[in-house]
């Protein structure tokens, strides 16, 4: 099938201005500035093209909406293969799709851990049946894994997550001469989740102190607590230390602090940096004052910090000196979060269907524009990781694209969560925006709701 969206306000490379895209064998065939009504008279692009193209063109008419390219999440924990009672590629592809995300980046502490190239290959074997949308999937470095790092293809795999503080999933990597070897002869990317680990036992031990004292109450506002903005920095601090030691490319993930933000640079352009950095939808929208209302909901590693934390946080992207927004999807069943205390409760949250809204309502409160932010969630991904013909609106590339209502005001709610575990720490909040249509790679696979599955995501392929 091929498309015409018509007369929709496409926002591209620092642009808003109204235009007609044609779709056509899964690439953006052409864009047209503003399409003249159809007319008696030879000038009608529409009517040109059907007429080139046969019957086939199904026009969509998307006056009033925001035609933007398909955001590209690249920090996503799916869950599959071993925790699918939590999440799976297929339901989470579902998720995203509806959230306008057309491609996504899946982190390896799965179970099995994702630490060879052939556990590695039989993640790509499950999207490839299973994902609405395009995929890729991080090798996780280990402490004795090395070998099968350096066989990564930087062409066809996204990057190698390196856990330098312990999170979801045992997969620390703590020894020096691992990290200094991973550093100097890792073939691609190297997507960093820095928390000292150290501190953050230290500190639990002595939360747990005081809880069992009665000292202090072990409920969800002691998160910024145990993992506080010194075990960031510590491990963000020595990630960029030996990378820029070593010429590594380093990119470190959901950065929540202010303090980490001396760490990076914006004099010069994204292309050419080799550190670079992520921070996440929530730590723009919540601050610890949340704390009391959301609980456990919020509760994700590293900590959602500080309103002075979030304040800098949203200035760096305005500056350059953070790179990319990702949503560090990581769902859990409700049972999982609120079932216990503080010290079981598990950490992180489904995001990825909601990143949209959220960081639209960041961008009303004047923080952001939606240029700036289709740079942040489409645009700069792309770049970063060299993403082959995706995350612009441009003629020749993938047609990647989500059609957004800015007029749809809704509340979000459970019941139209598509993530398996059901639930959204987002819950209440008002949405301005609604995804009304997704394209991945040129089909029609989210509609007012209902999604098409026949046709399947793709493997991002990079040029690197
Ligand atoms: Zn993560």
Redesign the pocket.
């Known amino acids: 099938m091929n498309y015409c969206i018509k007369n929709a306000t496409l926002v591209n490379e620092g642009q808003t201005f109204v235009a007609s895209v044609f779709v056509s064998d899964g690439k953006i065939a052409k864009i047209v500035r503003e399409v003249p009504e159809p007319v008696e008279g030879p000038v009608d692009v529409e009517a040109a093209l059907r007429q080139a193209q046969g019957p086939y063109t199904q026009v969509i008419d998307a006056t009033g909406k925001y035609l933007i390219p398909g955001i590209i999440d690249e920090?996503v924990?799916f869950r599959e293969p071993g925790l699918t009672h939590k999440a799976d590629i297929y339901t989470e592809s579902r998720a995203a799709v509806a959230g306008g995300v057309t491609s996504f980046m899946d982190?390896p502490n799965t179970n099995p851990q994702t630490t060879t190239q052939e556990l590695l290959q039989q993640k790509f074997n499950l999207a490839a049946e299973k994902s609405l949308a395009n995929y890729s999937f991080y090798l996780g470095a280990t402490n004795d894994n090395l070998a099968e790092v350096v066989k990564t293809d930087p062409k066809t795999v996204c990057g190698i997550k390196l856990f330098m503080g312990s999170s979801t999933g045992n997969m620390l990597v703590d020894k020096n001469e691992v990290l200094v070897r991973l550093f100097r002869e890792s073939p691609c990317l190297i997507a960093a989740?820095c928390e000292d680990e150290q501190t953050i036992h230290e500190n639990t031990v002595r939360c747990k102190d005081l809880a069992a004292k009665g000292e202090v109450i072990a409920d969800a506002s002691i998160h910024p607590f145990v993992r506080t903005m010194e075990a960031c920095y510590k491990s963000s601090s020595k990630a960029v230390d030996m990378a820029d030691h070593f010429g590594a490319r380093l990119h470190v993930?959901?950065v929540s602090t202010q303090r980490e933000l001396s760490l990076f640079r914006n004099d010069i352009p994204l292309k050419d940096k080799k550190i670079t950095a992520e921070t996440c939808p929530h730590y723009l929208l919540f601050d610890n004052h949340d704390y009391d209302q959301k609980s456990f909901a919020i509760k994700c590693n590293p900590a959602i910090k500080s309103h002075r934390d979030k304040e800098a946080l949203l200035h760096a992207l305005r500056e350059g000196l953070i790179d990319t927004i990702g949503t560090?999807h990581?769902p859990h069943l409700k049972e999982e979060k609120f079932t216990g205390d503080y010290f079981t409760s598990k950490s992180g949250f489904p995001s990825i269907q909601h990143s949209l809204d959220v960081m639209v309502n960041v961008m009303k409160s004047g923080s952001l524009d939606m240029p700036l932010l289709v740079q942040l969630m489409c645009h700069n991904p792309a770049l970063l990781y060299q993403i082959d013909r995706r995350g612009f609106i441009c003629e020749g590339y993938f047609a990647d694209l989500a059609l957004v209502d800015m007029k749809d005001i809704h509340c979000i709610s459970d019941e139209e969560e598509y993530s398996k575990c059901g639930w959204t720490p987002y819950v209440g909040m008002q949405s301005h925006c609604r995804v009304t249509h997704t394209f991945v790679n040129g089909n029609l696979v989210f509609e007012h709701g209902v999604f098409h599955e026949d046709c399947k995501g793709e493997r991002l392929e990079f040029n690197r």
């Open positions: 920090h924990h982190m989740h993930l959901h560090d990581a």
